[in-house]
């Protein structure tokens, strides 16, 4: 039996691992490249023939784990795409936005090729899928719950268990043979959540594995203490009312936006924040939370008293939702107010028309709430670059920009640990994924001192045998 990393080796984006045990084919997760030569990477040949692919195993909805599941589909997959329901919906609004992104993009490459007669540019930027392409993706899909041992076929058996990421995130346990005929377990943890989170509940334990694939993201890295974090934004957000400046919030539309809300609608409940105007300007984001109402089961103990005690914690006075283009440019004027909007990592959506309008006044908070990819425009924020460019022009950045770790979606180097550490010393190897390069090394060095178990760390489109 073997296992190929075809995506998320050696870097955070992609996610894609290929098993094969000479009767079963399957992939866990089949994501889009992001950051640095992402728009190359998406465009490769899978090192595997989607037709010949059984099942597909997904972990959540992030564009980084679903963004390639059309193209699979297009190139000959038509097997069966495991997920549990909020997974399901959340990744049609994602594939969709994605396939409308690309569609808008192309449109503008084939102006510009016209403009300079340059024919090339339109074969070069084809969008990979369309709308239709998206849809023929969802129609694969097969709902699963937490918890439920499901036996697919003789020989292979899986179990989704809640990985505490976002809403209907799963690890996967699943149990199948070798060619040998040995049973062997492999246990993907997906993106694990940070305990504690809001909205949705810790990641669950699993007690056994022979083999793991581990993710890595902040590997190297305690996260901030969540009260602090929660004082720091709120500081902002007060000092930001007495100046008069805007807050500028670049959020993912899924998970980092809702338990933002939930933060804010905590604030003004109790009264530590007042008259201030919240506006969520990501049409994807609005609707992500509409999906969010949806599945109240799958919130934690604390995001179900609340709703029980009739207080709906994705509203509260003074919170708005711009739908419009023209609702989005009216908030230019606007002055003292908070924004939060897409994209998470800035490289694309409102975000970018806001941070051009308000980067350069010193009035300006930019609060970064998520993890920023190399070679991204919140990365250039973070790491604090005097000038970024925006739409082709130069813009002077002399707002504040904080950088608020404990909002993570992702657990940090102790929770990753602690979550390994539940399966004692059955593993055989942790495959160490998920991380940027020297994190994920480091991480793997830090799991055989500390939890005396192998680790390795796979390069892009490596193969192991799983004895
Ligand atoms: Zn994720």
Redesign the pocket.
């Known amino acids: 039996m073997k296992i190929k990393f075809c995506g998320a080796a050696r870097t955070v984006t992609g996610s894609c691992y290929l098993i094969d045990n000479g009767e079963t084919k399957f992939v866990v997760d089949c994501g889009a490249f992001q950051g640095i030569d992402s728009y190359e990477k998406n465009r490769e040949p899978f090192p595997f023939d989607p037709s010949t692919i059984d099942y597909i195993f997904l972990t ?1 909805a ?1 564009y ?2 679903c963004g390639r599941l059309p193209i699979l589909i297009k190139q000959g997959f038509h097997g069966r795409i495991i997920s549990t329901q909020p997974t399901r919906d959340l990744t049609k609004l994602v594939l969709l936005d994605s396939a409308k992104l690309q569609q808008e993009d192309f449109e503008r490459w084939e102006v510009r090729a016209k403009e300079s007669d340059n024919p090339e540019l339109i074969e070069r930027n084809r969008p990979l899928y369309s709308e239709s392409d998206v849809e023929a993706t969802m129609d694969l899909f097969e709902i699963y719950p937490y918890g439920n041992s499901v036996k697919l076929k003789e020989g292979l058996e899986f179990r989704m268990r809640d990985a505490g ?2 809403l209907g ?1 799963a690890m996967f346990e699943l149990w199948l043979k070798t060619e040998a005929g040995r049973d062997r377990k492999i246990v993907f943890s997906g ?1 694990l959540g940070q305990p504690g989170a809001r909205i949705i509940r810790d990641p669950d334990f699993v007690r056994e594995a022979d083999y793991v694939v581990c993710e890595s993201t902040y590997g190297n890295r305690l996260h901030k203490n969540k009260d602090e974090t929660l004082l720091e934004l709120l500081s902002v957000l007060k000092q930001a009312k007495e100046s008069g400046g805007n807050v500028l919030i670049p959020s993912f539309a899924i998970e980092r936006t809702q338990e933002l809300l939930y933060e804010l609608n905590l604030f003004i409940e109790n009264k530590l924040l007042e008259n201030v105007d919240v506006y969520l300007d990501s049409p994807m984001a609005s609707k992500a939370t509409e999906i969010f109402k949806m599945y109240p089961n799958f919130y934690d103990e604390d995001a179900r008293r609340l709703l029980e005690k009739g207080d709906d914690p994705f509203q509260f006075p003074g919170f708005h939702i711009t739908e419009s283009v023209e609702d989005s440019k009216r908030l230019i004027d606007k002055h003292g107010i908070v924004i939060i909007a897409g994209s998470g990592m800035c490289t694309g959506g409102r975000i970018l028309h806001h941070l051009k309008n308000n980067l350069e006044n010193p009035k300006t908070n930019v609060v970064i709430v998520g993890y920023q990819v190399e070679g991204t425009l919140g990365r250039r924020l973070v790491e604090g670059e005097p000038v970024v460019e925006i739409f082709g022009d130069k813009i002077e950045v002399n707002a504040h920009v904080h950088t608020l770790g404990g909002f993570s ?1 992702h657990g940090d180097q102790r929770d990753l640990r602690y979550w390994l550490r539940g399966f004692g010393r059955s593993p055989k190897m942790v495959f160490i994924t998920h991380g940027d390069k020297e994190i994920a090394i480091g991480f793997a060095n830090n799991v055989k001192t500390e939890l005396d178990l192998s680790a390795k760390v796979p390069e892009m489109n490596e193969e192991f045998e799983l004895k």
């Open positions: 959540h992030h980084d784990h990421h976002i995130s993106d979606a």
